[in-house]
């Protein structure tokens, strides 16, 4: 399983990027872009929780 979101620099902050599309996440029809970085990092950890986890237990 691939890591499908990242985060990029935008002008008015971070945008989740997912990576597949190389377009800005859209969620609930709001694009996640402006975001802090804080928060934008926190998205991506969360929605690509079951790749991190899958390459963990690959690694254990």
Do not use: K
Not at 26 to 55: N, S
């Amino acid at each position: 399983m691939i890591e499908r979101y990242d985060i990029r620099q935008d002008d008015h902050g971070w945008t989740v990027l997912d990576v597949l599309t190389s377009r800005p996440l859209i969620i609930m029809h709001v694009p996640q872009v402006g975001l802090d970085v804080r928060d934008a990092l926190e998205l991506v950890d969360t929605l690509d929780w079951p790749a991190i986890r899958e390459r963990r237990s690959f690694q254990d």
